[in-house]
C-alpha cells in the first residue's frame, strides 16, 4: 500500500491524538497511522476534489470513516487553530511546503510535530527553520527507484536560548552543510546520506572534467566550475568530519 518512502514518514511520526495529513493524495497514509495506532484521529486535506475523492473511497473501504475525515483544502486554509497537534507535508515542492509553513504560521505555532518531506529545494527549507528558530529533531534518508528522499520530524517552537548561542558559535559553512545534507543525517552518519554524497561527487566530478575540455572558455563555465568546486569541498568537508576519513 506504502512505498518505502511513504512507510519511512509514518515512522518519523510520533504517537499522538490527532494530525492532519496536506496533501493527502489517497490518503493512505492516514489510513496507516489509524491502523498502526500511532494516530486516533487524522484529518487528511488536499487541494483537489480528485485526490480526496479517491482518499475517501480508500477510507470507506477499510470502514475508517469515525478516524479520518477528509476536508477540501488550500495548505492549512480550512484547519482550526488548535484542532490537531502535528501535521504531515509530504510529496510537494520545498517551495510550497514554506508557501504552508508560512501562511499557516499561527496554526503551525501550536503543533507538538510537523512532518516534512521536500522534493525539492531540500537546502531552502532546513535553512527556513534554522533561520526561524525551529528544531529539527529527527531526520530520516531513503533511496527509491532511483531517488534519494530525506524527510524529517519539526519541533515548532523556538530554539532555547543556550542552543541560539551554540548556533550562533557555529561556522558559516558548517551552517551550509547541515542545511544542505541535514543536521541529523551528518550527525548520524546516515548510510543513505553516505551513498548520496559518493554519488554526487562522481556526478559533478564528470561535470567538471567536461566543462574544463570544453573548446570555449566563458565566464558562465568558470562560474560553474567554481560553483563544483565549492560544492565539491563541502562533501569533501562531510564525508571527513562525519564519515570515514578515508572517503
Known amino acids: 500500500m506504502l512505498s518505502d518512502r511513504m512507510r519511512a514518514v509514518v515512522r518519523l511520526v510520533q504517537p499522538c491524538k490527532s494530525i492532519a495529513d496536506i496533501g493527502c493524495d489517497h490518503g493512505y497514509v492516514a489510513i496507516d497511522l489509524v491502523q498502526g495506532g500511532i494516530c486516533n484521529q487524522v484529518i487528511a486535506m488536499d487541494i483537489h476534489k480528485g485526490p480526496l475523492d479517491r482518499a475517501n473511497h480508500h477510507i470507506i473501504e477499510y470502514g475508517l470513516q469515525e478516524y479520518i475525515e477528509t476536508r477540501l483544502s488550500d495548505g492549512t486554509s480550512a484547519l482550526r487553530v488548535g484542532e490537531v497537534e502535528g501535521m504531515i507535508c509530504a510529496g510537494m515542492g520545498g517551495k510550497l511546503i514554506l508557501s504552508i509553513l508560512e501562511s499557516g504560521n499561527a496554526l503551525v505555532m501550536q503543533m507538538q510535530q510537523i512532518i516534512l518531506q521536500p522534493q525539492s529545494e531540500i537546502g531552502e527549507v532546513r535553512k527556513y527553520l534554522r533561520k526561524m528558530g525551529f528544531l529539527i529533531e529527527k531526520e530520516d ?66 561535470i567538471s572534467k567536461n566543462l574544463l575540455q570544453q573548446k570555449y572558455n566563458t565566464s558562465r563555465q568558470q562560474n560553474r566550475i567554481a560553483q563544483i568546486d ?10 571527513y568530519n562525519f564519515f570515514d576519513k578515508d572517503q
Request: with cysteine.
Open 141 to 206: 534518508m531513503v533511496y527509491e527507484d532511483g531517488k534519494y528522499y530525506p524527510m524529517m520530524r519539526v519541533l515548532p517552537r523556538m530554539i532555547q536560548e543556550n542552543d541560539i548561542q551554540l548556533k550562533k558559535e557555529q561556522s558559516e559553512r558548517f551552517c551550509s552543510v547541515q542545511d544542505t545534507y541535514g543536521p541529523c543525517l551528518l550527525e548520524m552518519a546516515h548510510p543513505v546520506l553516505k551513498k548520496y554524497l559518493l554519488h554526487k561527487r562522481e556526478t559533478l566530478k564528470k
Open 230 to 239: 565549492k560544492e565539491l569541498s563541502d562533501i569533501t568537508f562531510c564525508l
